[in-house]
């Protein structure tokens, strides 16, 4: 836990100074939070870039700690203390969070590829045609350089895991923060409160892995919470902040795609938006397809191809494959994909529904009750030929936007952040009209989201068997797979029966092992390429 705390100390130092920076040299934004995420805004776009040309570890977090630490005492640390003053309360929701960090890390992933993925970037720069040797290593994420920018290696091999719990942290203070300021509208305390409570389906166990999908989730709710918060001139974001957010998150998960259709919803979008707006967040893109193309030979790896066809570029044979696999895993994950893209909706839909937890199947059948109205309630609306309101159309495109991610790729680890935002927008007037006065205090917005990641500590505790006196110092670490020896050209592989988690690389599956792939040099920073079977 100690080794945990300490890290989020660094984080909040490098990432809350590396914003201040950024925000005297191109904008103003205000709170302690929006400057935290230009923070790692910045960094993202930073290791993406040096992670072309060389390894992210534990000598880069050094070097930026050494530089940021100094800058933070000298010029932010007295007006960071004056900004807390009264917000010591919201700190304490950190403690759930920084418990649940502490877990052994359990997301199906993160021990296929998530946790090789970061041993690449600490241990190596980008390496052409690694997507060969093993195709999830061409799904890049930003969020691989970014916690590899926190790493200890080569120090020692503790894996640094700990930023999706960084980020639930102070994003959880953040809304503490509104729901106890005396400035705030009821409407924008409400939603705080709300969003504290969508998070937890994005928190809950999976804080503890270095899996992007927490990452994006919550960048999803980032979004979706300027976006409800922008009628409110008082509140209301720029654009250039939520264009930001938008590429942020899609350079960490694809799935952020979904979101972009719903830009129109930014109030007075055109008025407000110019060159600067687009092209900053745009410059995010720039090392991200870089990196790509160096991985795989694709713009966005299994979809875009390069046209000049470098040699170390994935077969589009191989290819396919991986991106059938996406949309028949959301389906009907573990039946081959040939089965399952066969299927109608008719035929997958109910298989589907019917694999869904409880919860899941709930927040469905109120979305679709709740898509189903809406249509019909405007519907009438212009019968009786009364004007369509934009928030009503806002509403109408962000369902529909909802409803083709049902028929492309349910997977909810993506839909929380799309999903639950949406229901409670729909009835969040009705919600704020019928609410007790007292649900909208300070005690009981603390103590209801306090209750609940208490909840959610004792329920992840108990199911993993996590005993708090073993996790005082150190954090549960990776499980450990045993591997044997193997090789390709020059090189030697360990592999492992099940999935590599923390193994030390190169690691593969043996039902995965790469038996047409060559190296393209002596050295493993030549990279990989495919070689057709005779």
Known sequence: MILVLLTFCSEFIILYTLGKIVQKVFFEFKGTFQTILLGFIFLSFLTSFLSLILPINGWFHLTLLGITFPVFLRYYLANFLQGMTGKLTALLIAVPVLLLTCTVPNHGDSSFYHAQAILWTEQFPAIPGLANFFSRLGYHSVFFNVQSAFSFYPFFYEPSRFLNGFLASVWLMHLLGICFSDTQSDQRKLNAFVFCLISLFIIRGWVSSVAPDVAAGLIMLFFTFELVSGSNTKTRSEPVYLFALLALGFCVKISMLFFFPLTLLIPDIIKRTGIKSVLLPALLFVPFLIKNIVLSGYLVFPYLPVPFSPDWQVPDAIAAIDRNWIQSWAKIPGEPWQDVLSKSVSEWFPVWFKNQSSINKLITLIYLISFVFLILSNLIRSIKKKSLALSQFGLILWGSVIF?????????????????????????????????????????????????????????????????????????????????????????????????????????????????VKMRGPHIEDGFRYVKPD
Not at 427 to 433: F, H, R, T, V
Not at 435 to 461: E, H, W
Request: hydrophobic letters at 40%; aromatic letters at 20%.
């Open 404 to 516: 083709i991610w049902f028929f492309y790729a349910p997977d909810y680890r993506f839909g929380y952040g799309l999903i639950l935002p949406f229901i409670y927008l729909t009835y969040s007037k009705k919600i704020l009209s019928l609410s007790p006065g007292f649900l909208l205090k300070k005690n009981a917005i603390f103590l209801a989201t306090f209750l609940s990641m208490t909840l959610l500590c004792f329920y992840v505790y108990h199911k993993e068997n996590v005993k708090l006196t073993e996790i005082w110092v150190l954090p549960q670490n990776y499980p450990q797979a045993s591997y044997q020896n193997s090789g390709i050209d020059y090189l030697k592989i360990n592999v492992v029966d099940h999935n590599c988690w923390n193994t030390p690389i190169p690691c593969i599956r043996k039902d995965l092992f790469p038996e047409n």
